[in-house]
């Protein structure tokens, strides 16, 4: 394979040509018309996927930037005629996009007669990565310190970035505490820095080597602040606290670090702030006259402007958000990123709560009536799932065919509380073949990137890719199990309400934090015990609790789904995962360490979903036992929560003999490292704690 760049003149202005040619196939060339950034990566692919075709002597593939009215930003047109393939975009991230599509076609259809033409442009504006950094961390935590390197290398930035682009992302935002004496040293202001020049020099090539790899990306990079946080060594100098002070000099320190970073930092699309936690003691109006005299005046007044961000958490009053933003000068629409369902968005895809509501209440003043310079951008957090493989495309369908309107232009997925940065799950001895937390979790990245790209895209597309993946043909039962294994932790976190980060882990059942408060004594447990299931209210109206239905003696409207109906579906998902796992017995390891492991997560979901089943279960039948008195409703509940027992041996089983322990929570009540590590394995004893509950 061969690469001749060709430059020739036309009105003065310079048209790159670069001639690809196949040695094999004669001199067929791929042509592409402008200067494209960032279309090196996907060309290389598409060459690769040549290679492998038999192609007619004829053929000819050209990739131009065009002025089409029916071309959105970042879409793209495939044209045939003949054996001359054409992709036309007005942008270069459309033009990649192009590209990676006409080579992911080739590749399923095996040569250029069965390429499918046509228009594609993107659901969402909006398709967006939130990425906590792992310095001054808003959840500190063991596990947080874990990514320090790994983040702080432009190595790992650019496998990330370059997943981003395959799957369609294009905004990442990067969070943390205080970003800002990371970036910049103020002249006004040069206590607020400890660091040498030395390691600022360091710093600033790091950021301007992440931001350039990510704009080639066609990826926006924001930096996310979380409002008035200073640091340590700038609030000693000066007598204030580091956190919620609002004098003067915070507010002069504060404007000056946005509008130096907008200056220091060509490649920056975008500043982010959140207002939450230490404005807690501010009115609304205050919040926003803040926000408006720190934020917005830095960006006013850098030397070009950058996109806005603006989370809507805590902010108390969405008429006085829309005031500064009324009379801001900020590049329209501004983005106010909305939690959905607060910290528990893999759930129900009905918005039940947002963030600092309780159920059923959700505010609806931030877009209604329809906002003119804002539009809303949904955040999906995860706080449910990091170390078990997921995928669910039919939930991401229904949660865009449910919660698309005219005043939203975007998605964000992320987690507040997890790093997908090192790997630090895996036991060594297994032998990974991956170096990336991202990259275990490559289905749920391909699922939510390429469905808010272009939802209507059909399962065939995540078929393929395992089949690609693993060299072999079975990707459809591959997929099939991972949608069923997938609906377990969406229906706990339905079924069992959580709010903020901690008040559920799906994954591990647990939750963590009891729902008066913060702390835990030594004979409480993270786990989610018997009892709690069956007082605990539900997050999806359509669910009734275990206590409310034994209380209505099983007699439950229509519309509503029932404990045991729930529980009926679950063991029904888990028999189907049971007999697709079937046809794969016998493989053995021939198709390396990552497809065994993958099948072991799908069967984990699968006896997870037969534990929440059985669990359910077990709770009407106490719960009835405790209203009614009768001895076989208190058999019942023994057996049921017996057979949950064998059902968490194997998850511990199979979890064990792949995964380490791990820290997991950390708070600033606990003192005992072991109440902060995970493991199934570890709950156990809560496990059979619900038997001797049950027999008391």
């Known amino acids: 394979m061969k690469i001749q760049n060709n430059r020739t003149v036309f009105n003065a202005c310079i048209l790159l040509v670069f001639i690809v040619g196949c040695e094999q196939k004669g001199n067929n060339p791929i042509e592409i018309s402008g200067d494209i950034p960032g279309i090196n990566n996907p060309i290389q692919s598409l060459q690769s996927a040549l290679q492998k075709q038999e192609l007619p002597s004829d053929y000819s593939i050209k990739i131009k930037l065009a002025d089409n009215s029916e071309?959105?930003?970042?879409?793209?047109?495939?044209?045939?005629?003949?054996?001359?393939?054409?992709?036309?975009?007005?942008?270069?991230?459309?033009?990649?996009?192009?590209?990676m599509d006409l080579t992911e076609q080739l590749l399923i259809k095996g040569n250029l007669e069965g390429i499918n033409p046509g228009l594609s442009n993107p659901t969402f504006d909006v398709r967006a990565i939130k990425f906590n950094l792992p310095w001054d961390a808003y959840r500190e935590s063991e596990s947080m310190q874990l990514h320090l390197s790994t983040c702080r290398?432009?190595?790992?930035?650019?496998?990330?970035?370059?997943?981003?682009?395959?799957?369609?992302?294009?905004?990442?935002?990067?969070?943390?505490?205080?970003p800002f004496h990371y970036m910049v040293k103020l002249d006004k202001f040069p206590e607020a820095n400890s660091f040498t020049d030395a390691e600022m020099k360091e710093w600033t090539a790091f950021w301007k080597g992440l931001f350039k790899m990510a704009k080639d990306r066609g990826v926006e990079v924001f930096i996310?602040?979380?409002?008035?946080?200073?640091?340590e060594s700038f609030a000693e100098k000066h007598g204030l606290k580091a956190l919620n002070d609002t004098s003067q000099i915070i507010k002069d320190y504060t404007r000056e670090s946005v509008r130096e970073v907008i200056n220091t930092y060509e490649d920056l699309a975008g500043i982010g702030v959140t207002l939450a936690d230490w404005m807690n003691r501010m009115t609304p109006a205050a919040r926003e006259d803040w926000i408006?005299?720190?934020?917005?005046?830095?960006?006013?007044?850098?030397?070009?402007?950058?996109?806005?961000?603006?989370?809507?958490?805590?902010?108390?009053?969405?008429?006085?958000?829309?005031?500064?933003?009324?009379?801001?000068?900020?590049?329209?629409?501004?983005?106010?990123?909305?939690?959905?369902?607060?910290?528990?968005?893999?759930?129900?895809?009905k918005l039940v709560i947002t963030h600092a509501s309780e159920s059923g209440q959700v505010n609806t003043a931030f877009w209604e009536p329809e906002p003119k310079n804002h539009k809303i951008q949904w955040m999906i957090r995860n706080e449910d799932f990091w170390i078990l493989r997921w995928g669910q495309p039919d939930f991401i369908r229904e949660h865009i065919a449910a919660n698309t309107a005219d005043y939203v232009n975007g998605y964000y997925i992320g987690s507040e509380g997890y790093i997908p940065a090192f790997e630090y799950f895996t036991k060594p001895e297994i032998g990974k073949t991956w170096e990336y937390a991202f990259e275990r979790q490559w289905l749920f990245y391909s699922v939510w990137g390429r469905l808010l790209y272009n939802s209507e895209t059909p399962d065939f597309i995540f078929e393929e890719q395992f089949n690609r993946k693993y060299n072999f043909y079975r990707g459809i039962?591959?997929?099939?199990?991972?949608?069923?294994?997938?609906?377990?932790?969406?229906?706990?976190?339905?079924?069992?309400?959580?709010?903020?980060?901690?008040?559920?882990?799906?994954?591990?059942?647990?939750?963590?934090?009891?729902?008066?408060?913060?702390?835990?004594?030594?004979?409480?447990?993270?786990?989610?015990?018997?009892?709690?299931?069956?007082?605990?209210?539900?997050l999806d109206p359509k669910y009734i609790s275990i206590k409310d239905f034994v209380s209505l003696d099983n007699d439950i409207p229509d519309e509503k789904v029932s404990p045991l109906q729930l529980a009926d579906e679950l063991d029904n998902d888990a028999n189907l995962i049971q007999e697709i796992l079937q046809g794969f017995e016998g493989d053995g390891n021939q198709y390396g360490v990552e497809y065994v492991q993958e099948l072991d997560d799908i069967a984990t979901w699968m006896y997870m979903s037969k534990y929440f089943a059985t669990k359910i279960r077990a709770g009407v039948a106490l719960q009835s036992y405790r209203r009614l008195g009768k001895s076989e409703d208190k058999a019942n509940a023994i057996k049921f929560l017996e057979e949950c027992l064998e059902h968490w041996q194997e998850v511990s089983r199979i979890t064990e003999a792949n995964y380490l322990e791990v820290p997991y929570f950390k708070g600033s009540t606990f003192e005992h490292r072991d109440r902060d590590m995970f493991s199934w394995k570890k709950y156990l004893p809560e496990v059979q704690r619900d038997i001797e509950v049950a027999r008391k």
């Open 71 to 99: 071309i959105k930003s970042e879409g793209f047109k495939i044209t045939k005629n003949g054996n001359d393939i054409t992709i036309e975009s007005s942008g270069a991230s459309g033009l990649r996009y192009g590209v």
């Open 153 to 178: 290398d432009l190595k790992f930035w650019e496998a990330f970035l370059d997943m981003m682009m395959a799957n369609r992302f294009n905004t990442l935002s990067l969070y943390n505490m205080h």
């Open 224 to 231: 996310v602040n979380w409002n008035i946080v200073i640091p």
């Open 292 to 349: 408006d005299e720190t934020f917005v005046e830095g960006i006013n007044t850098a030397n070009r402007k950058v996109k806005f961000l603006h989370r809507a958490v805590l902010s108390g009053s969405a008429d006085e958000m829309k005031r500064i933003l009324d009379k801001a000068d900020l590049p329209n629409p501004v983005a106010v990123e909305v939690k959905f369902n607060w910290s528990h968005g893999h759930s129900t895809p």
């Open 477 to 538: 039962e591959m997929l099939d199990a991972y949608k069923l294994a997938s609906r377990m932790p969406l229906r706990l976190a339905s079924f069992f309400s959580g709010t903020w980060d901690y008040t559920l882990y799906a994954e591990g059942f647990m939750a963590p934090v009891v729902p008066n408060g913060y702390g835990l004594d030594d004979k409480q447990s993270l786990f989610i015990s018997i009892d709690e299931l069956i007082d605990h209210k539900v």
